[in-house]
């Protein structure tokens, strides 16, 4: 049972329209969210996290906002540059950002077009 | 600093052959950790370690051992390969239990036939 979802395995985005990832997830002690970008033959990086007492979280070009009603999250890129074009993981966890023990969605590809 | 860096790149196996990955870190991170990333898959933690001397289990620990002799060396052995566990293996280390901190290495990928 998938407890963390990507629904889309793939997106293309031209050059500097936003992009806009998304992921659900079924376990509601989950508390703490975590995007990560991964680079073919590279192992992944991290890229922006968040809180479940927040809905939103920004740093330069990319926002995580939190739907805990709805048990998703989103992550947008403004503006989408060539850069991005990545494979990009939702994880989760239960217990904070000190929990070591991460649930990983599929990951969804996307190519940013110049 | 080379960061963390993972021998071989790329291995085949067969069928009951032993191996061990080897993983090492030169930034004196306490934890490190090992996943896997099957086709089409997101990571999943096997085994993880928060200092030499100290393993616990993760999500997928069968058929698989580690040991933590020293803070920089965290390898990974299979014991009898299986063709269920081609896939790409990912060692990873971080200064505390943050995963925000957490650095990969480029991978590891393994066929075994």
Request: contains cysteine; aromatic residues 12%; glycine residues 8%.
């Amino acid at each position: 049972d998938q407890q963390v979802k990507q629904n889309s395995p793939s997106l293309s985005v031209q050059e500097g329209r936003i992009s806009i990832l998304n992921c659900d997830y079924t376990n509601s002690m989950f508390d703490y969210f975590l995007w990560y970008k991964k680079y073919p033959a590279e192992g992944p990086t991290f890229l922006i996290s968040i809180s479940s007492i927040k809905d939103k979280n920004e740093d330069g070009r990319f926002t995580v906002f939190l739907n805990k009603s709805a048990k998703h999250l989103s992550l947008h890129i403004v503006p989408s540059q060539p850069g991005d074009s990545a494979v990009y993981f939702c994880a989760a966890s239960v217990g904070g950002a000190g929990s070591y023990q991460l649930t990983f969605g599929k990951g969804t590809k996307l190519s940013v077009i110049p | 600093n080379a960061g963390v860096t993972q021998t071989p790149k790329f291995q085949v196996l067969k069928t009951g052959q032993s191996m061990t990955l080897q993983c090492a870190q030169d930034m004196n991170h306490e934890y490190m950790s090992w996943y896997r990333q099957d086709p089409g898959m997101g990571l999943r933690l096997i085994h993880y370690s928060v200092g030499a001397g100290i393993t616990d289990q993760g999500e997928v620990p069968n058929g698989y051992n580690v040991s933590r002799s020293t803070t920089e060396d965290f390898p990974l052995r299979l014991l009898s390969a299986a063709p269920s566990q081609t896939s790409v293996y990912f060692c990873a280390s971080s200064y505390g239990p943050s995963q925000e901190t957490q650095y990969f290495g480029p991978g590891t990928r393994l066929l075994v036939l």
